[in-house]
């Protein structure tokens, strides 16, 4: 109770969660809210930690949440995570397909709402898709746009 209700919380330049400081020593990405969209469309890592998502209502909330490829997101294999959609049942959750993606954050056709996967590959790291899927270099964190250590999306040492 007291939370605030958002339709809809945007953080769309949100590409990497490091997960230095952590709730409860193991949540790098925590939402305790009435939020009926999350929308984090650049988000491709979570490189320490898990998430808790939760809706508190019996509306729906946090349905699009279920239409996203956490694992590619979450670095750590074992990492701890819960998710708790309230009130979502299918025809609340985005149609990835009628936008041509998988995985998606909406389905808005304006909005750029696929998930982009970088770690769906067969690398040791992160990978990007041209034509063909190639391997991101072993210093890249978050993604990249080539296979060079200058074509990171984030830096995987960095500070």
């Given at each position: 109770?007291?939370?605030?209700?958002l339709?809809?919380?945007s953080?769309?330049n949100?590409?990497?969660?490091r997960?230095e400081?952590?709730?409860a020593d193991?949540?790098?990405?925590?939402?305790?809210?009435?939020?009926g969209?999350?929308?984090?469309?650049?988000?491709?890592?979570?490189?320490?930690?898990?998430?808790i998502?939760?809706g508190?209502?019996?509306?729906?909330?946090?349905?699009?949440?279920?239409?996203?490829?956490?694992?590619?997101?979450?670095?750590?294999?074992?990492?701890?995570?819960?998710?708790?959609?309230?009130?979502?049942?299918?025809d609340?959750?985005?149609?990835?397909?009628?936008?041509?993606c998988?995985n998606?954050?909406?389905?808005?056709?304006a909005?750029?709402?696929?998930?982009t996967?970088?770690?769906d590959?067969?690398?040791?790291?992160r990978?990007?898709?041209?034509?063909?899927?190639q391997?991101?270099?072993?210093?890249c964190s978050?993604?990249?746009?080539?296979?060079?250590?200058?074509?990171?999306?984030?830096?995987?040492?960095?500070?």
């Amino acid at each position: 109770q007291g939370l605030p209700t958002l339709n809809r919380l945007s953080l769309p330049n949100l590409r990497i969660i490091r997960g230095e400081t952590q709730f409860a020593d193991e949540y790098s990405l925590v939402v305790y809210s009435d939020i009926g969209t999350l929308y984090l469309p650049n988000l491709t890592e979570i490189t320490k930690g898990g998430y808790i998502l939760r809706g508190f209502t019996d509306t729906s909330s946090l349905c699009n949440v279920r239409s996203i490829d956490w694992d590619d997101i979450l670095s750590e294999v074992n990492s701890t995570t819960i998710l708790v959609d309230t009130g979502c049942s299918d025809d609340s959750r985005p149609n990835c397909t009628a936008i041509g993606c998988g995985n998606c954050w909406c389905d808005d056709s304006a909005d750029d709402c696929c998930q982009t996967l970088t770690a769906d590959c067969p690398c040791d790291n992160r990978c990007f898709r041209s034509s063909v899927v190639q391997c991101c270099n072993a210093q890249c964190s978050a993604g990249c746009t080539g296979g060079n250590d200058f074509q990171c999306l984030a830096c995987k040492n960095c500070q």
